[in-house]
């Protein structure tokens, strides 16, 4: 037997080295070496299945971690952005579904360091270290803005708010190159 998990989403950014062609080719070779397209049954009952699923390939869509609008964010960027960016052009974006459930619709910020002039932009490295230090300070200013203005977060799936704390808000990086200037 062979359990393979992954999410071809994650590799197209790196994370941990991962390569997408790798996973994909990994699909197609279990999707053709399945020579059984059995149903799957839970107890004496079938439960219903995609031939690609009776193949193996079983997509686990929804998420419970986001809540309404960050789905709908990230759904309406994604689809086109990954129908449209080469070599990730072949991969399908499939749109996340909502699992959770909540009185909140949540929140989402888009914050765009401004663009430098072509002048700027052709200093190559010294003017990559300025944008990340600008855009460090940009998000620490957000950050201490939600703070000093006691923001109201939703805690929990029952409506409990409370103010914003430094604990609450999470950096995603692709790499670790730049954690000290963000630290």
Do not use: W
Request: hydrophobic share 40%; with cysteine; glycine share 4%.
């Amino acid at each position: 037997n062979l359990f393979i998990v992954g999410d071809p989403k994650q590799s197209i950014y790196g994370f941990r080295n991962a390569e997408v062609e790798v996973f994909e080719q990994a699909k197609k070779d279990i999707a053709s070496s399945c020579k059984s397209t059995l149903p799957f049954y839970a107890g004496s009952a079938e439960l219903a299945a995609t031939p690609d699923e009776r193949k193996g390939a079983i997509v686990l869509s929804e998420s419970f971690r986001p809540l309404p609008n960050l789905i709908a964010f990230v759904n309406r960027v994604f689809t086109h952005l990954m129908e449209q960016t080469l070599p990730f052009s072949d991969i399908p974006y499939d749109e996340i579904i909502q699992g959770r459930v909540s009185g909140d619709n949540g929140d989402v910020e888009l914050m765009l360091v401004p663009a430098e002039s072509e002048e700027e932009t052709a200093k190559a490295d010294a003017e990559i270290e300025h944008a990340v230090t600008k855009e460090c300070r940009m998000i620490a200013q957000r950050l201490l803005e939600l703070k000093q203005s006691r923001r109201q977060i939703n805690i929990g799936n029952n409506g409990t708010l409370r103010a914003f704390e430094f604990s609450d808000a999470a950096i995603l990086l692709r790499n670790r190159r730049y954690v000290r200037a963000i630290e």
